[in-house]
């Protein structure tokens, strides 16, 4: 897993007050791709590589789908709220679309059936979130989540894994770091969980 160093910002903190600490939620954000899925966690962020051929057969391609959804799944682990990006409806006509949707869906169901709660991110919405405008492209996002974060991202998977876990949790009260105003308008295009069910967990 690629060590994702935060860097601090704003003012120190000031010290702690007496009683107990707040409790830090556990996020994870999830890229899923057939060739490059990306996931951040409070360990960093890793990305989940796999290549296919258009004339693979289908147990084949099963097999690659089994495998991308246990190596995402044992990243995890267990947390409190997943963030996935959703589903990109500009690239529906494009190769392996199909197998991708099917991906997308063992990789959500396997979380829920963990009962772990689900957000689902649109691609638009974590670009705005990163940069400002929801029509970035990734490089765009990468460059974005290096500068605000202090992190150390090798690709552009992992630098929208990192963006859709610090969405998780802005959301829940606890952001990695400060966003503009027009940044954070994002987490309303947002499909949350309920969020009792992620603070109860």
């Known amino acids: 897993m690629s060590e994702c160093t935060l860097l601090p910002v704003g003012d120190p903190a000031a010290p702690a007050a007496a009683g107990p600490r707040p409790r830090l939620y556990r996020v994870a954000g999830l890229d899923i791709s057939l060739t490059g899925t990306g996931i951040a966690t409070l360990g960093g962020t890793t990305c989940i590589r796999t290549k296919g051929r258009r004339a693979d057969s289908i147990p084949n391609r099963r097999a690659r789908q089994k495998y991308i959804v246990g190596r995402a799944l044992d990243e995890v682990g267990t947390v409190d709220l997943a963030c996935v990006e959703g589903p ?3 690239s529906m006509g ?17 979380l829920v059936d963990r009962e772990i709660p689900v957000a689902v991110v649109p691609p638009m919405s ?16 990468l460059d974005a989540a290096q500068r605000r974060y202090g992190a150390i991202l090798p690709n552009d998977n992992e630098a929208d894994s990192l963006v859709l876990r610090a969405m998780g949790l802005h959301w829940l009260g606890q952001p990695l770091a400060e966003v503009p105003d027009g940044h954070r308008a994002a987490l309303g295009g947002v499909q949350w969980p309920d969020r009792e069910a992620v603070t109860r967990s």
């Open 94 to 110: 494009q190769a392996g679309h199909h197998d991708l949707s099917g991906l997308w869906w063992c990789i959500v169901g396997a």
């Open 88 to 90: 990109s409806h500009a």
């Open 126 to 141: 974590r670009a705005k979130y990163a940069t400002g405008k929801g029509n970035s492209r990734k490089a765009a996002v």
